[in-house]
């Protein structure tokens, strides 16, 4: 179930049921303790995949979708977000990287696509940020060579939560939706609250 303090996740949790995704919330990795960079007091606490979609009708990456939300009020800027992680900057409260550990640091790398695996049975995905708003150029993201070596070549995306807002409020129908985000967006409808611009 999405964490209620999360808005973010519960979007994408509805936005992958319209897709005709199976979902799941906070599915957890950690680098395995025989790692040879395996460090006791820095690896031992538990990261996330936010959510996991899961389609069983599609082939190819668009099968699974491994989605990091970043609530950020201030949004992504793609190139900003990769200079604070080289050069190790510390960002939010922590280093830069911290928040995209599996994009940068091999034994997470490797442990995150290893969670995806044992999640879904499956080695190919689409690693997915979803991002309150975007500055600048996804694809500056999602073509950055470090993070597609770590995902051993799946696809990145990045989407926003006005592209998944649109596409759901456009969907919706008079039937319930399965989500209380989506049954929000039904009464934001029927109230004549625009959500499209």
Request: proline share 4%.
């Amino acid at each position: 179930m999405a964490s209620k303090e999360d808005i973010l996740e519960q979007l994408v949790e509805e936005f992958l049921i319209h897709r005709d995704y199976f979902v799941r919330h906070n599915v957890k990795f950690l680098p395995r303790r025989d790692h040879p960079d395996f460090v006791s007091n820095q690896d031992s606490n538990h990261s996330d995949i936010d959510v996991i979609g899961f389609n069983p009708k599609l082939t190819g990456p668009d099968r699974v979708w491994a989605v990091s939300c970043k609530s950020w009020q201030s949004g992504l800027n793609p190139a900003q977000e990769i200079k604070n992680i080289q050069e190790n900057k510390t960002i939010r409260g922590r280093e830069a990287w911290r928040g995209f550990r599996e994009l940068v640091v091999p034994k997470w790398s490797e442990a995150f696509i290893a969670s995806v695996k044992e999640a879904t049975g499956e080695q190919t995905f689409t690693y997915v940020t979803a991002v309150t708003h975007l500055k600048g150029s996804a694809q500056v993201w999602e073509m950055h060579p470090q993070f597609i070596s770590s995902m051993k070549g799946n696809p990145i995306k990045v989407i926003t939560l006005k592209e998944m807002l649109h596409e759901v409020s456009g969907a919706l129908s008079q039937t319930v939706a399965g989500t209380e985000f989506g049954r929000t967006l039904q009464l934001f409808k029927a109230a004549g609250i625009k959500l499209q611009d």
